[in-house]
């Protein structure tokens, strides 16, 4: 029986650790899901979250955890929030007993030209948790400890606890590997054999999301979970998260982020959600309810209309390319959008969903484009100045935010765009509509919550 850490009474000193590996690939998300749902099995409290702008992931760490899955990155809010972040998110809905970080690419592995900046290593750092490393020991032998010697001799500020080895070929390859890693001084905490893995399915984006196969999803999330407990020392990966140092940063708290309530009124904001829809981070709904709003989640697949009273719209990312038949069927809510006289704000899924058409399937035609599937995958942080005044941005702000699609839209910008960046214009500011294919983090601009808010109030 494991002895809960603690965690409840003291969130100051929340037992932590990042799960992180050399490369993508190497079984990270495995493990980080297969330990939220094995140490929630033995009665704690785990607060999962992930480094970097990942949505998919965090579908599963909720699963496994029963509480949201939250992001950290530094690009999209700032390094000064991420702590306040991760405290704030291993204290709602209840304070949690340990938290796990699952890591982004390769340790090391930052934004593109800015070296570890937004990095899980930079993410490590900024919340003093040690790192647990995930190695792929696939064709790998007494080499495997020099990876991971030259991986904590790389930076000597982030601290490499214990090793999980993965895809492991046999008990002599085990007893080899550890070995090896004992004499670097090094812990073995847990080997994973190639019969033994369970894998999600994938499609063009990365895993999918779970909120599009739940009943399937939860058998995954209980597959890991047993394999993780089969195969990880869980007491260990415990002891190792309780050597992190009390956190000295408050919680975040998105009241005092917007500056409390806009006024009196409540207006209802619809925040689009269900399979087609999956793309949004937990704190966009808080800080809309801090501001003043009823949030409420429309399914454009069923829901035939929106909420009623409702003065905003919020449609985030997700796959409405896998789901176009279906959105064009509910052809009473896209009319109800496309005539929607408040605030509606839209997010690269969002953007394809309010256009004309996607792939020749009919959409919203609230924006005059079409969209289409490419072979091409764009992706990248951004660092975007907002082109236009609109229900969330004046003209001049800077935002961090990225994107991650296959699809184009013709044209790409209105004669208002939502954006410029690299010198060329991105999306569409109609009217009171904002959308474009740039995600964005409101933790990192809350005043957009506000603004927001206030917007749906007249």
Known sequence: MVTPPPGPADPWALPRLVVAAPASGHGKTTVATG???????RGLAVSPHKVGPDYIDPGYHALAAGRPGRNLDPWLVGPERIAPLLRHGA????????????GVMGLHDGA???GAYASTAHVARLV??????????????????????????????????????????????????????????VPVLGAVTRAAEVS????????VPVAERAPESVAVVAALADLVTSTVDLDAVL????????????????????????????????VAGGPAFTFSYAETAELLTAAGADVVTVDPLRDPGLPPGTRAVVVGGGFPEVHADALAGNAALRAELAGFAGPI???????LYLGRALDGVPMCGRLDHTARMTGRLTLGYRDAVAAADSPVHHAGDRVRGHEFHRTVTDPGH???????????????????VHASYLHTHWAGHPYAARRLVEAASW
């Open 91 to 102: 204290s709602v809905p209840t304070p949690a007993d340990v938290a796990v970080v699952e």
């Open 200 to 207: 999600a399915p994938a499609r063009h984006l990365g895993l």
């Open 414 to 432: 209105g004669d208002r765009p939502a954006w410029r960046w690299d010198d060329t214009a991105h999306g569409f500011v109609a009217g009171r």
């Open 128 to 185: 003093a948790a040690p790192v647990l490393l995930v190695l792929d020991t696939t064709a790998q032998g007494r080499s495997a400890a020099a990876l991971v010697l030259g991986m904590r001799a790389f930076d000597p500020a982030v601290r490499i606890g214990g090793v999980i080895l993965n895809r492991v070929g046999s008990p002599r390859h085990e007893t080899l590997l550890r070995d090896a890693l004992a004499e670097v001084g």
């Open 35 to 41: 330990l939220l749902a094995a140490l929630r099995r």
């Open 345 to 351: 704000i839209a997010e690269c899924a969002g953007l």
């Open 112 to 114: 593109v030209g800015r």
């Open 239 to 270: 002891d190792l998260a309780r050597t992190a140092p009390p956190l000295t940063e408050p919680a975040w708290d998105p009241v005092a982020a917007v500056g409390g309530p806009a006024g009196t009124a409540r207006p209802v904001v619809a």
